[in-house]
């Protein structure tokens, strides 16, 4: 561990200026003692062991790294974590409670919308943040809201059922559950 | 994907963020929306001595017409509140129009439209849009507030007119005299590139009869292009054929693009051309159509 | 009782949903970045910033001096252990840190390992090189020049840029057939560079333990096998004292099969440091410096009979392998299996001629969802074929007709000496023409026409070989390419299953689980599948050129079998009957003579520890390795219908259908997956996706900003069909599938968009067609060329 964002690391070197944030991570408060150039995304990931949260570029397009800020998406390898001070921040690890998963997780694996797994969080915290506003969404109106993740194995096509499945479930709707079991 | 060191503050006042600006001699930076500053961060395209994050300032997330009926737009409006305004989509089409286009989705939550005109990239699409509506940025520093018109506002690529020691609070879309229609139009290969090439297009008539126009274009100079001459060419009257391939013909002349691999330069401006006639042939039908 | 129902217990055809999922959805992935181990340290690497240049000094004390620094490394330090020059997997050699040059840009030159990457790269920063620029060879005509600096001055008896020439087919026959030809149609274009880009980057975590002498490394590696090879070669540890373990991958598409210097070096660091030493890359890492796909050029001609019969094919390929030819691929092909264009035309005569050259860019090849080349064969040749179809005013889809093998044609010898085994290949153009409605598409397209609008419709077909291969043809450094599968059935019916195969999102470990079930009858959920660890896998040569299912996939079938005829003298020994009064059906074994008295294969299991007859081994488990007789040969179809602005040259997908033929499907909705996973990559290659260079050797698509990926608003929506033609070799007649929408798909696009400019003289635009080439091949009637250096400036 190093003085870049831990409470009882060594004496941080001389000069290097570390400021102590709280931030609500999935719920729990969470005080950290970091760097300001430290990355949202690696407080996440390296600070705080929730790895669920991906980094996949380094130009702010992949979106592997998106979570939900005081429930907006948006792109945690592009905000500082000193930013996240006094915010509540959701990752994918608190999608699902300690006994469901959310519809968005369900409706994933239901639909085939993940392969390597690897866009997938980011996939999902869009996707629940846009379900959050528009509960009816088009699929045009899906397709542009994941407009800023990439995915690389599944075409999108699945995912953009796997949205439309957690959305129907979310309206109460009947949804299909077959697990392949089914002759 | 890692920045080097530097100080952060996050002053809750704008009188104590202008002051660490000051200290700054022009080495610190203005932290908002983020979406530009820290990807060059991460680069090293950019190393300030100290980030000065205005996220906590009040009072300047505001997306408003006021009495006037100018827009203000403050310094913490993300593009996704433009996108989602319906006062916008009354008031100012042209702005509605160019709101989606900018970046993409995630990036529109927390990106703002003046930290935009302040990076000055000359692929910036917001920059087009005022320039087009010829607008004006409110910046406030140590000797107060002042008004700086859009077109004196981009000094060269990634440069502004702003002091060391100044906050660009707002930006201003005068009210428009007559009746406003505009558009923008991107070519991007994907949700997310910057433009191969962009043009906003923004008039006002009364009757008939153009009484304001701007144009302006993104991604074909190493500035946005204020394609004045252009536009005047088509005051004084309606919009007619000859009078919009005129128009077109005027802001090709006024691109000046650089080859690469997202076309050449020859294509970018006959794209400049045609975007030109796209809108306002759209603006002229539906005028047509209302009358 | 009965047999189960195979599809209940997850057997073949059943759409399982996939296991692990369970664990994806959650956000527990074990990626290799999500792995921390003790006393971790991390590695950043120093990058050149110019394609071509001697390096004349490094100066690394600063970096020494920022605190948190533990070690720099320059290719001095690595050349005084012999390790500044690694092996390729195709007999070449590649710098680790470069030493006299560097050779491309992005090329790595120091590393320096911290207490965290961000000390790390601020050290790299702090590292001073010299450099002596070089003129810079960006393209193969650039490097055949009379003069040319030679790039890898550093072998010896290398006086030029030349890799290799080779040569396949039957030169005399197929300058006969040109001889009696009607028509020569001829056709020039370059496959662009491109890459395979998989979201996760590359990476590794090198942990040498000085207690117990064992080195091990978490990396991203679709064949861990070949690196615990490659490693013991380059590093001289013994085998058996080095453990690779890869994790859950974000993505592999061949790009995760090479070895990175990268690896390497954080494999010794870890072993001078005693600590594990983890390192990962950056997208931009990626993208500038590891293996690529792609980069050929074409001359091509069909010789042809009026009435649209192909006589003859000649190819002319030269490929552009970077500054190292690393290419993993089979050892007998140079150009990989580029010789497998045609393979469903029935043509009696091919040649085939190729150069591979050096070049002042990232090494590689050999990569991208594809089985050794053969996207760019099936590209070529669905490209020559539309132009022969034109050159003759034949219907594009007639033409194929004609020239398809017919179904009563089998087994087929192609034009360049494959043996083809099974298809149905006028059955799926048929299902894709009706799908698309062919007729009423061409009568909207004249309409559009005559309202200045530009609509056209392109079709490819392609068999392809998938499933490298057998051993007597096919190897990578002398390694055979079987595949392997071990199975521990426990003694509650439940069991393990470890294969050498390396999932990267395509699921085995639910699908691998179907076979089983299929096999014996035990549910897949019972079935736990392992990949990935050295230590516990039976050795495979991995997953890339989508052949787990043929190899793999098989081995999995076959020790299954194994155990079933274990079980089955267990059975007769627990239902007092020999041997042959015993019938399976699934699940369960029973007396021929009595079927009510039977046992289920858990029951058999349970025998296996606690009942067996005299004289048998106690225990239910097996292993196989599988070496294929043939490859497998699937067949698809794909029709793209777009329509192109005039005006911009921007272009719009309407429709895409997808009719593919790959064998029997252990589980269809994984196999709808990777269709489309794989036409999405067809339309990113022909819309927007590519690598060029310009002048002075800058990459350019070296991150996201310029290497372009399509998102879920550009990217179409695809129908999917289905014929099942068993692979007649195949122990559950399936073929491969991973990579065929990827290596067919693209043709389909483009020629769609080149239909769409007929009439305009334009023959050729080089992938990827940009709206700025399609709007100027408009204008001017002319070929339009993507081949480097991009023109840049006013």
């Known amino acids: 561990m190093t003085s870049l964002f831990t409470e009882i690391s060594p004496e941080p070197e001389h000069g290097v200026a570390t400021r102590r944030v709280t931030i609500t991570v999935n719920g729990e408060r969470k005080a950290a003692e970091i760097e300001p150039r430290l990355l949202l995304a690696h407080l996440l990931r390296q600070g705080l062991g929730l790895t669920g949260t991906h980094t996949g570029c380094d130009t702010t397009n992949c979106g592997a790294c998106t979570v939900l800020f005081d429930g907006v998406p948006l792109k945690s390898c592009t905000m500082l974590a000193v930013q996240a001070d006094g915010h509540e921040v959701t990752t994918i690890e608190g999608l699902a409670t300690a006994s469901e998963l959310s519809p968005v997780q369900e409706g994933f694996k239901q639909e085939h919308g993940l392969q390597c797994g690897f866009c997938t969080p980011g996939m999902m915290m869009t996707a629940t943040a846009l379900l959050a506003e528009n509960p009816d969404p088009t699929e045009d109106e899906v397709r542009w809201a994941l407009s800023g993740n990439l995915c690389r194995c599944t075409g999108y096509q699945n995912i953009v059922k796997a949205v439309l499945w957690a959305a129907a479930k979310q309206r109460g709707e009947a949804v299909e559950t077959d697990d392949g079991s089914v002759p | 994907?890692?920045?080097?060191?530097?100080?952060?503050?996050?002053?809750?006042?704008?009188?104590?963020?202008?002051?660490?600006?000051?200290?700054?001699?022009?080495?610190?930076?203005?932290?908002?929306?983020?979406?530009?500053?820290?990807?060059?961060?991460?680069?090293?395209?950019?190393?300030?001595?100290?980030?000065?994050?205005?996220?906590?300032?009040?009072?300047?997330?505001?997306?408003?017409?006021?009495?006037?009926?100018?827009?203000?737009?403050?310094?913490?409006?993300?593009?996704?509140?433009?996108?989602?305004?319906?006062?916008?989509?009354?008031?100012?089409?042209?702005?509605?129009?160019?709101?989606?286009?900018?970046?993409?989705?995630?990036?529109?939550?927390?990106g703002t439209l003046v930290g935009s005109l302040c990076h000055a990239d000359p692929q910036g699409d917001w920059a087009s849009v005022v320039t087009a509506l010829d607008g004006h940025v409110v910046a406030q520093g140590v000797d107060g507030r002042r008004t700086i018109s859009i077109k004196d506002f981009v000094s060269g690529p990634f440069q502004t007119t702003l002091r060391p020691d100044e906050i660009a609070v707002e930006a201003v879309i005068p009210a428009p005299v007559g009746a406003p229609a505009g558009g923008y139009l991107k070519l991007e290969r994907r949700v997310g590139d910057f433009a191969t090439a962009g043009v906003a297009v923004a008039v006002e008539t009364t009757g008939a009869n153009v009484t304001k126009a701007g144009i302006a274009l993104t991604g074909v100079g190493g500035s946005t292009i204020d394609a004045s001459a252009a536009a005047e060419s088509l005051t004084g009257g309606p919009l007619t054929a000859a009078g919009i391939e005129r128009a077109a013909d005027l802001a090709a002349e006024a691109a000046r693009p650089f080859s690469d691999h997202r076309g050449s330069a020859e294509y970018k401006r006959h794209i400049v051309h045609t975007f030109v006639v796209r809108l306002l042939r759209r603006i002229a039908e539906a005028e047509e159509k209302a009358a | 009782m009965t047999a189960v129902d195979e599809i209940k217990i997850g057997g073949m055809g059943a759409n399982r949903r996939r296991v692990e999922d369970d664990r994806f959805i959650r956000g527990r992935g074990n990626y290799v970045d999500d792995i921390v181990l003790p006393g971790m340290l991390h590695m950043e690497i120093l990058r050149s910033p110019l394609a071509h240049a001697r390096i004349t000094s490094i100066d690394a004390s600063k970096a020494w001096e920022i605190p948190g620094v533990r070690l720099v490394l320059t290719g001095e330090m690595m050349a005084s252990r012999n390790l500044a020059w690694m092996p390729t997997l195709s007999y070449d050699t590649q710098a680790v840190l470069a030493t006299d040059k560097v050779r491309f840009q992005g090329q790595e030159v120091a590393a320096v390992v911290a207490d965290d990457p961000y000390i790390a790269k601020d050290a790299c920063e702090a590292i001073v090189v010299e450099y002596e620029p070089l003129p810079p060879i960006v393209n193969p005509t650039q490097a055949l020049a009379e003069g040319a600096p030679v790039i890898r001055d550093d072998k010896e008896n290398q006086h030029d840029n030349v890799t290799f020439d080779w040569e396949v087919g039957d030169r005399d026959g197929t300058d006969r057939a040109f001889a009696e030809a009607d028509v020569v149609s001829k056709i020039s274009m370059h496959y662009p560079r491109s890459h395979p880009s998989p979201i996760e980057c590359c990476g590794s975590i090198a942990d040498f333990d000085r207690s117990t002498s064992k080195l091990t490394v978490y990396m991203t590696s679709q064949a861990p096998h070949i690196i615990r090879a490659a490693v013991a070669l380059v590093a001289e540890l013994p085998e058996h004292m080095i453990r690779i373990v890869s994790p859950d991958l974000g993505g592999g598409f061949g790009n995760k099969v090479p070895v990175y210097p990268g690896y390497v070096i954080s494999i010794l660091a870890s072993i001078l440091l005693e600590q594990p030493v983890k390192w990962i890359e950056d997208k931009t890492g990626n993208l500038i410096s590891t293996g690529f796909g792609r980069d050929v050029y074409l001359e091509g001609e069909l010789a042809?009979?009026?009435?649209?019969?192909?006589?003859?094919?000649?190819?002319?390929?030269?490929?552009?392998?970077?500054?190292?030819?690393?290419?993993?691929?089979?050892?007998?092909?140079?150009?990989?299996?580029?010789?497998?264009?045609?393979?469903?035309?029935?043509?009696?005569?091919?040649?085939?001629?190729?150069?591979?050259?050096?070049?002042?860019?990232?090494?590689?090849?050999?990569?991208?969802?594809?089985?050794?080349?053969?996207?760019?064969?099936?590209?070529?040749?669905?490209?020559?074929?539309?132009?022969?179809?034109?050159?003759?005013?034949?219907?594009?889809?007639?033409?194929?007709?004609?020239?398809?093998?017919?179904?009563?044609?089998?087994?087929?010898?192609?034009?360049?000496?494959?043996?083809?085994?099974?298809?149905?290949?006028?059955?799926?153009?048929?299902?894709?023409?009706?799908?698309?409605?062919?007729?009423?598409?061409?009568?909207?397209?004249?309409?559009?026409?005559?309202?200045?609008?530009?609509?056209?419709i392109g079709i490819s077909t392609m068999t392809e070989p998938l499933g490298a291969g057998n051993s007597r043809e096919y190897d990578i450094l002398g390694i055979k390419m079987f595949d392997s599968a071990e199975l521990r059935v426990h003694m509650t019916g439940k069991a393990i299953l470890r294969t050498g195969a390396k999932t990267q999102g395509q699921g085995h470990e639910t699908t691998w689980a179907q076979i089983v079930a299929h096999e014996l009858g035990i549910p897949a959920e019972d079935i736990t599948v392992e990949e990935g660890d050295t230590d516990t896998a039976p050795f495979g040569m991995g997953t890339y050129a989508s052949r787990s299912t043929p190899v793999a996939g098989a081995a999995v079938a076959m020790v299954s079998r194994k155990i079933k005829a274990k079980a089955r003298k267990l059975a007769a020994h627990l239902l007092e009957v020999s041997e042959e009064d015993v019938e399976w059906e699934l699940g369960r074994f029973y007396v021929r003579s009595a079927p009510d008295q039977g046992v289920t294969i858990q029951e058999c299991a349970m025998a296996a520890y606690s009942n067996m007859p005299d004289g048998m081994e106690p225990g239910l488990e097996n292993n196989a390795y599988y070496d294929p007789p043939n490859l497998t040969w699937p067949f698809a179809c794909y029709i793209v219908t777009v329509e192109v602005d005039p005006g911009t040259g921007v272009w719009d997908v309407l429709d895409v259908v997808a009719v593919d033929d790959c064998g029997v499907r252990i589980n269809p909705m994984i196999v709808e997956g990777q269709i489309m996973g794989g036409l999405t990559e067809a339309y990113a290659m022909a819309s927007m996706q590519f690598i060029?260079?310009?002048?002075?050797?800058?990459?350019?698509?070296?991150?996201?900003?310029?290497?372009?990926?399509?998102?879920?608003?550009?990217?179409?929506?695809?129908?999917?069909?289905?014929?099942?033609?068993?692979?007649?070799?195949?122990?559950?007649?399936?073929?491969?599938?991973?990579?065929?929408?990827?290596?067919g798909g693209p043709a389909a696009f483009v020629n769609a968009v080149m239909d769409a400019l007929k009439g305009t003289g334009v023959r050729n635009i080089d992938m990827p067609l940009l709206p700025d080439r399609v709007y100027g091949a408009i204008q001017t009637g002319q070929d339009v060329s993507g081949a480097p250096p991009v023109k840049t400036g006013s």
Request: proline share 6%.
């Open chain 3, 304 to 456: 042809l009979r009026q009435d649209g019969r192909i006589l003859g094919v000649r190819m002319h390929t030269v490929s552009d392998h970077g500054a190292f030819f690393s290419d993993a691929q089979p050892s007998k092909f140079k150009i990989g299996l580029m010789h497998s264009a045609f393979a469903c035309y029935d043509i009696p005569a091919a040649h085939l001629t190729a150069r591979g050259v050096y070049t002042n860019k990232a090494p590689g090849g050999v990569a991208y969802r594809c089985s050794f080349r053969v996207t760019e064969a099936m590209y070529f040749q669905e490209r020559m074929v539309q132009a022969a179809a034109d050159d003759l005013g034949m219907d594009q889809a007639e033409f194929r007709r004609v020239n398809l093998v017919r179904d009563d044609d089998f087994p087929h010898r192609t034009p360049f000496g494959f043996l083809t085994d099974s298809g149905q290949y006028g059955k799926c153009l048929d299902i894709g023409l009706a799908a698309i409605d062919y007729e009423g598409f061409l009568k909207a397209k004249e309409e559009a026409k005559a309202k200045g609008r530009l609509l056209g």
């Open chain 2, 1 to 110: 994907m890692y920045p080097s060191r530097f100080g952060y503050e996050a002053p809750t006042d704008i009188d104590t963020a202008i002051g660490l600006l000051a200290e700054g001699q022009g080495e610190a930076k203005v932290l908002a929306g983020g979406q530009s500053l820290v990807p060059m961060l991460k680069l090293r395209f950019a190393s300030p001595d100290l980030l000065v994050d205005i996220n906590g300032l009040p009072g300047l997330d505001h997306l408003r017409v006021v009495a006037d009926g100018s827009i203000r737009i403050g310094a913490l409006c993300r593009h996704a509140d433009l996108e989602r305004s319906e006062v916008l989509v009354a008031k100012q089409p042209t702005m509605a129009a160019v709101a989606p286009l900018v970046a993409d989705p995630l990036v529109r939550t927390r």
């Open chain 3, 692 to 743: 060029t260079f310009d002048a002075e050797g800058n990459c350019i698509g070296s991150n996201y900003m310029d290497y372009l990926l399509p998102t879920a608003w550009e990217t179409p929506g695809f129908q999917l069909h289905e014929v099942v033609t068993p692979c007649p070799h195949h122990p559950i007649g399936a073929k491969g599938i991973g990579e065929c929408a990827t290596v």
